[in-house]
């Protein structure tokens, strides 16, 4: 294949129209959409051709029943607390910039849909939205198997960012999810985990619904100046 001008840009507009949305249309993905952008997404890279990534996709039912069975956790204080995440995604000790840089999608995010600092009602319903895969009509979750090491995790942002462009390549959005790790026990009863099958995140695909206020927001990425340097 010869990559072109055209072609570049169009590769340029899916990565730089990526974004993580939180509201979706009812519109159905095709299970033949879904199964190209994994095939296509799968051409990723990974150390010695390893391929550590599974997907679970769920749509209908089998949706509806996972985000029941967790939401319903979710919002049982008492049960929520019996459920952790099988790994850190985040570092137990926050510094700057990285801890500006969180507090400011929170709040540009809640000052959008009008939640209020300290209302943590309203927060715990936004945050419970994630269990709901945002009502995208298809949900992901991805497993890795346990004994693979970090190397191989690595690996696997490149297959869930291919997913994400390969998504936009055809007019549909997504939105990553580290949310569902807390409740891997759950997802693992529904799901039929291996024995070893750890979650690593989950994810929403479907089509954006542009009348929705939360779809606003925009995040805001470095200057190639700030995060480079250039040896020569």
Not at 20 to 32: H, I
Not at 37 to 42: D, P, R, Y
Not at 99 to 116: H, M, P, Q, V
Not at 185 to 209: F, K, P, S, T, Y
Request: proline share 6%.
């Amino acid at each position: 294949m010869t990559i072109t001008p055209a072609s570049t840009a169009a590769v340029d507009a899916a990565i730089a129209s990526r974004r993580s949305v939180r509201a979706f249309l009812p519109t159905p993905v095709p299970r033949a959409t879904i199964e190209q952008i994994l095939a296509v997404a799968a051409r990723a890279p990974s150390g010695t051709n390893t391929q550590p990534w599974k997907v679970h996709v769920l749509t209908g039912a089998a949706k509806t029943a996972l985000s029941r069975d967790i939401r319903a956790a979710h919002d049982d204080p008492e049960e929520r607390a019996r459920h952790t995440e099988p790994y850190d995604y985040y570092p137990t000790e926050w510094r700057s910039p990285y801890i500006d840089r969180r507090r400011k999608i929170g709040w540009d995010l809640y000052s959008l849909l009008g939640i209020a600092k300290g209302d943590k009602t309203r927060m715990h319903e936004q945050h419970g939205r994630n269990y709901d895969f945002f009502d995208a009509p298809v949900g992901m979750i991805f497993t890795i198997d346990a004994v693979m090491r970090q190397g191989s995790w690595l690996d696997y942002g490149t297959f869930l960012q291919n997913i994400m462009i390969a998504a936009r390549g055809r007019d549909l959005d997504t939105c990553p999810q580290q949310a569902f790790t807390q409740f891997h026990r759950i997802i693992a009863r529904h799901l039929g985990l291996a024995d070893g099958e750890l979650v690593v995140c989950g994810m929403a695909l479907g089509h954006a619904d542009p009348e929705a206020v939360v779809n606003r927001l925009v995040t805001e990425r470095e200057p190639v100046a700030a995060f480079a340097r250039f040896h020569e």
